[in-house]
């Protein structure tokens, strides 16, 4: 984010943020991610819409840096990759399970299936530095890499999407054994 800068008018661009992110995961949270119009994030954020467009050119490009701020920082991985792996997949599970949180990642992946640019976006911005860390820091091809995230990600989604709740702690757990199997020394 940048520094605040005192001699502008209106509010600060990192406090903007703050209230901007805050209304948009309270509004997917209230309304479901359709519902989230960029008119209704404005009102719910105390700001205009025009406000909004000059910082993101799109819903989906505001939700994706919503999403961003919600998923950072990431725990740290150390020498113990079970460990390490298990506490990652904890915490996606947990962030995925935050009030619209869960709905905005669904609804913008859902939007990027139809969209290249936001597929690029979603892609580039939120994916690819995942990507790149777990792949330094398991030392494995990319692809076995995408495919790790996609049976995380996609099962912690696909269960909220089906049952509207977060997957239960016994069911990560569980799924945690099954997906670091293959990473076992």
Same mark, same amino acid.
């Given at each position: 984010?940048?520094?605040?800068?005192?001699?502008?008018?209106? @509010? *600060?661009? #990192?406090?903007?943020? %703050?209230?901007?992110?805050? /209304?948009?995961?309270?509004?997917?949270?209230?309304? &479901?991610? $359709?519902?989230?119009?960029?008119?209704?994030?404005?009102?719910?954020?105390?700001?205009?819409?025009?406000?909004?467009?000059?910082?993101?050119?799109?819903?989906?490009?505001?939700?994706?840096?919503?999403?961003?701020?919600?998923?950072?920082?990431?725990?740290?991985?150390?020498?113990? @990759? *079970?460990? #390490?792996?298990?506490? %990652?997949?904890?915490?996606? /599970?947990?962030?995925?399970?935050?009030?619209?949180? &869960?709905? $905005?990642?669904?609804?913008?992946?859902?939007?990027?299936?139809?969209?290249?640019?936001?597929?690029?976006?979603?892609?580039?911005?939120?994916?690819?530095?995942?990507?790149?860390?777990?792949?330094?820091?398991?030392?494995?091809?990319?692809?076995?890499?995408?495919?790790?995230?996609?049976?995380?990600?996609?099962?912690?989604?696909?269960?909220?999407?089906?049952?509207?709740?977060?997957?239960?702690?016994?069911?990560?757990?569980?799924?945690?054994?099954?997906?670091?199997?293959?990473?076992?020394?």
């Amino acid at each position: 984010m940048q520094g605040t800068n005192t001699s502008s008018a209106g @509010r *600060p661009r #990192s406090d903007l943020n %703050a209230v901007v992110f805050a /209304a948009t995961r309270r509004t997917v949270d209230e309304l &479901g991610y $359709a519902g989230a119009t960029m008119d209704r994030i404005a009102a719910a954020a105390g700001t205009a819409k025009t406000t909004l467009y000059r910082r993101w050119p799109s819903k989906g490009a505001l939700i994706i840096d919503c999403l961003l701020d919600a998923f950072s920082p990431m725990p740290e991985l150390t020498e113990d @990759r *079970p460990t #390490s792996l298990a506490g %990652a997949i904890r915490w996606l /599970a947990g962030k995925i399970g935050e009030p619209g949180v &869960g709905a $905005a990642f669904a609804g913008v992946f859902s939007d990027a299936v139809n969209d290249p640019a936001l597929r690029e976006l979603l892609s580039t911005r939120f994916q690819a530095p995942y990507l790149a860390m777990l792949r330094d820091y398991l030392g494995e091809s990319e692809q076995r890499i995408l495919l790790f995230i996609d049976v995380i990600t996609g099962t912690l989604l696909h269960r909220m999407g089906m049952t509207g709740r977060p997957m239960e702690d016994g069911d990560v757990e569980l799924m945690i054994e099954m997906v670091l199997r293959p990473f076992e020394d």
